[in-house]
């Protein structure tokens, strides 16, 4: 009962999801319920050509009205061809809604398929990312890609077949009644065996469908973690190991999804032998009761064709039970990042961020990492002055990128404040405040577009001019100028035809651009020689006037400049000064600078 109910949850979500489309989707309902009724009186131009055109029988009833009211009943040969021009138009009918209803269907399917994953998209931009931390790409991927069309399974799937099985089914019951009470109550009866298969099968169906999904998951999720690090398979010749993985991990999909086509194969058998079964016994009676003379041989032929779409219905009613169970569990998936509260929320009331001077300051920040359970900064305390140059050094795991993550609230404290220019960042819009920070980090990620608009990306209203000056001041423009499209050369997909000094060069360009009042430098130039890194630097140092600048780095040359030394030891500050200060106090510092070990 929980499962249904945790079902029929998921399934009303995505059909609420569809409300902002609800006037094609009743013009849907129209064209499909026309196309219902044509379906139901297809076969019974055929009964009276039998009946009244061969056999002579006399016209009686309704269609004997209808014929006086348009003045009398033709001869034989004026009936043949009134009942074939009959089946001929419901068929050209049929022919015609079909066409449009799958137009319209697919239209509508494919704009709600675009606004689920668009929506999924933009939860996915704003998660925190210690969601990031314990998910996979590839396997995201997949829920953006591939599980958002469950909303158009509830439509062309479930919504709309439900709908027209059960109108058909009581039309087409109805007709039969009128034809045979007994044959009509037989054929109605195998109904509820359909339904002790469905039973029977239910939570096979689902369990067998939920271990597909996870491992196309798992598959996904691998694929785009091999081809992403490819050098490091490559220069650790991994790539057997690789291959044997991807292997095993396609195996393992391979099973699933062969144990979940098994097992609806069963069932489907099952069902059709049901139906086969009672078709023919349904058929046999039938014959009897026309030897007999209780059933004419036009009414047995409609009764016949009726029998075969009568389960027509109760097949697609089983097979669409079956089929929600698979977007049960692709809905649930979706949901689950929709309804996820991993992420940075924005007050309702959050102020803009306005003339900026970058006074920030750390009151008594603790703050972790969920996934881990451990503290990283504890009872953190620092204030840093407006247009200050301030680098933060300390060992591997000290809390330095913790620290600088919370600036841009990647990350919330778990207790203390973080405030710029007297103003918690909580109380800030994300846009205004993420807007006046910039942040270079070592691992320079390249878009694949031209190099002028890798630049542009902190800027996309920068001219080109503003684009060569920024490569300039971050020593690139050399180098993009031997390149024989220049700035216009494309850079491959995550800059593998770049060096890894061209790619942070490229990446400091973007932040010169930028021209905010806040700079993080988390180790900007570590694949840069120290030539070009002092060039580097004299730029920054006319760039840095009236802006408050953050700089990790692990070469000494970089920082010992700087206005503060920042030294973090086990989650808290271990001292603070210039860098002739600490090195004469002996402590952390001076040990990093004798050993070169700054993180």
Partial sequence: MKVLKTNLNVLLRLVQFTWGYKWKIFLLIFLGLIGVGLSVINPLPMKFIIDNVLSGQPLSGGILQIFNFFGGVPDRVGLLIIFVSAAILIGVGNAILGYASTQVTTKVCQRLVMDLS???????????????????????????????????????????????????????????????????????????????????????????????????????????????????????????????????????????????????????????????????????????????????????????????????????????????????????????????EEIIYEKPNAVKLTDVQGHIKFKDVS?????????????????????QIVAIVGPTGAGKTSMISMLLRFYDPWQGEVSLDGVNLKDLTLESLRSNITLVLQDSFIFPMSLADNIAFANPNASREEIIKAAKAAQ???????????????????GVSLSGGEKQRISLARAF???????????????????????????????????????????????????????????????????????????????????????
Wanted: net charge neutral.
């Fill in 118 to 340: 668009v929506q999924l998209f933009d939860k996915l931009q704003r998660m925190s990312l210690s969601f990031y931390s314990k998910s996979h790409v590839g396997e995201l991927m997949q829920r953006l890609s591939g599980d958002t069309y469950v909303v158009s399974g509830v439509i062309a799937g479930i919504l709309l077949p439900t709908l027209f099985s059960i109108v058909s089914l009581f039309a087409m019951f109805y007709i039969m009644l009128s034809i045979n009470v007994t044959l009509a109550l037989l054929a109605i009866s195998i109904v509820p065996f359909f339904a002790v298969l469905l039973k029977v099968f239910k939570k096979p169906i689902i369990t067998s469908g939920e271990r597909q999904y996870e491992e196309s998951a798992k598959l996904w999720s691998f694929i785009q973690q091999s081809l992403t690090s490819i050098k490091i398979v490559q220069a650790y010749s991994r790539e057997n190991f690789t291959r044997d993985k991807y292997r095993t991990l396609f195996s393992n999909q391979n099973d699933a999804s062969i144990q979940s086509t098994k097992i609806s194969t069963i069932y489907n058998t099952l069902t059709g032998l049901l139906s086969g079964t009672a078709t023919a016994l349904i058929i046999g009676i039938g014959a009897y009761k026309g030897l007999g003379g209780e059933i004419s041989i036009g009414e047995l032929y409609v009764f016949i064709g009726y029998i075969g779409a009568l389960f027509g219905p109760v097949n697609s009613l089983a097979s669409i039970v079956q089929q929600s169970m698979g977007i049960n569990v692709r809905g649930k998936r979706v949901f689950e990042i929709l309804d996820s």
């Fill in 513 to 599: 651009l930028r021209n905010t009042s806040i700079l993080i430098l988390d180790e900007p130039t570590s694949a840069l020689d120290a030539q070009t890194e002092a060039r580097i630097f004299q730029s920054l140092s006319s760039y840095s006037k009236g802006r408050t600048i953050f700089i990790i780095s692990h070469r000494l040359s970089t920082i010992r400049h700087a206005d503060l030394i920042v030294t973090i030891k086990d989650g808290m500050i271990a001292e603070k000064g210039t860098h002739e200060v600490l090195v004469n106090e002996g402590k952390v510092y001076a040990e990093l600078y004798k050993y070169q070990e700054v993180d």
């Fill in 367 to 387: 703050f972790g990492y969920n996934n881990n359970g451990l503290v990283v900064l504890e009872n953190f305390n620092l204030e840093i002055d407006p247009g």
């Fill in 476 to 494: 690139a423009h050399d180098f993009i100028s031997r390149l024989p499209e220049g700035y216009d050369t494309i850079a491959s997909e995550g």
